[in-house]
């Protein structure tokens, strides 16, 4: 690609400019024939730092987005407005009209809890969003402490010692239980948290698409969620893959043609085929817009995102329009007031170009279109 590139820029110069070499370079009579229509100018060599891009399609959207189940049978009684947002103790939907809340954590729950000496993470989760919604909750047992839990058999063989991330099921968490149950309303409000009866989820979320309706099974999709910050996902080649980071800066042409810059926040490892097995393997991209307000007014959209890709540093360089085809192959630059140069061209940015050659210095100046 980069070769059809240099040879249609060079082409368009020597065809619209009306340079030609008479000869191979150090004849006598290599000199440019001026055009009556060019107008010939000069421009400086410079030394700078030179990146080429690439431009791929992406799409505006919620971050994170993913579908909730219920975790206990039951049927959709109630579902919220799609845009609204949840918060900790927040009504997700509820299920034979028994409210269905949101927690934050990282561990799901995965069974009632409502037995006296109960220990486990999920009891922690349940302790701390109490807690933070601010039901006092009492006093929890210090880490390493030796506890014995519910059941039959003998009591030395039912005994743990509490990690960091346990909790135990006091009775005075019990009452907390009943208050958060009362508040929320539960019913009955008796201490027993039941599965399904709060979903855990990292922090606060939008609602979607409602994939459920009223009357639907609760353990199905019920709805989509995602966090409130918007970003922009992006599909480039598996074999570009490499040359994108977390942490790079990318540029986003917005469809009112305005610009902003975002910062690449993730490139997924799972590589997808393309749908007819003939496309180049994908991976995804997830940009984050450094300036969030510039995608206020978009919910969905396509944009397009420019990367860099190879990037040299500290090289010569000249306009584009500086080059000339040599007649016996290859590129040349013509000296302002000096020889006609033999060149070695590299990278093409910005309507510049790498080059290097003998005898060719930084601010030398160099014959090139207007």
């Not at 060079?10 to 191979?24: E, K, Q």
């Not at 994908?282 to 940009?287: E, G, M, N």
């Amino acid at each position: 690609m980069r070769t059809k590139m240099v040879m249609a820029l060079v082409g368009l110069f020597v065809v619209g400019g009306g340079w030609f070499v008479h000869r191979t370079l150090g004849g006598p009579e290599a000199r440019p024939a001026p055009s009556r229509t060019a107008r010939l100018a000069t421009a400086k060599v410079i030394r700078t730092d030179l990146s080429d891009y690439w431009s791929e399609t992406g799409s505006v959207g919620y971050r994170k987005q993913r579908t909730l189940r219920g975790a206990a049978a039951g049927v959709v009684t109630w579902l919220p407005k799609p845009g609204s947002v949840v918060t900790r103790g927040g009504t997700l939907f509820r299920a034979d009209d028994r409210p269905v809340s949101l927690f934050y954590g990282s561990t799901p729950m995965f069974r009632d809890i409502g037995t006296a000496g109960m220990v486990g993470r999920d009891v922690r989760v349940l302790a701390d969003n109490l807690r933070a919604l601010g039901y006092r909750i009492g006093a929890q047992p210090d880490a390493g402490t030796r506890v014995t839990l519910p059941g039959a058999g003998d009591p030395k063989d039912n005994q743990v010692v509490l990690t960091g991330r346990d909790a135990v099921f006091t009775p005075s968490l019990r009452d907390a239980v009943r208050r958060w149950q009362l508040h929320a309303g539960f019913r009955p409000a008796d201490g027993v948290v039941k599965l399904g009866d709060f979903l855990v989820l990292p922090g606060k979320v939008r609602v979607g698409a409602t994939t459920a309706r009223l009357g639907d099974d609760a353990t199905g999709d019920v709805m989509a969620v995602s966090d409130q910050d918007k970003a922009v996902s992006v599909e480039i080649d598996a074999s570009r893959s490499d040359d994108v980071r977390a942490g790079q800066k990318v540029r986003i042409t917005l469809p009112d043609s305005s610009a902003t810059t975002g910062t690449i926040g993730s490139v997924s490892t799972d590589v997808k085929s393309g749908p007819t097995g003939a496309d180049a393997p994908k991976v995804q991209v997830v940009v984050t817009v450094d300036k969030p307000s510039a995608l206020s007014d978009l919910t969905s959209a396509d944009v397009e995102v420019r990367f860099t890709g190879t990037t040299v540093r500290g090289v010569l360089a000249v306009p584009v329009g500086a080059l000339l085809a040599l007649s016996g192959g290859g590129y040349g630059v013509q000296v302002d007031g000096g020889p006609l140069t033999a060149v070695k061209v590299g990278l093409f940015a910005d309507g510049m170009v790498q080059v290097s050659g003998a005898g060719l210095t930084e601010g030398a100046r160099v014959v090139t279109t207007a």
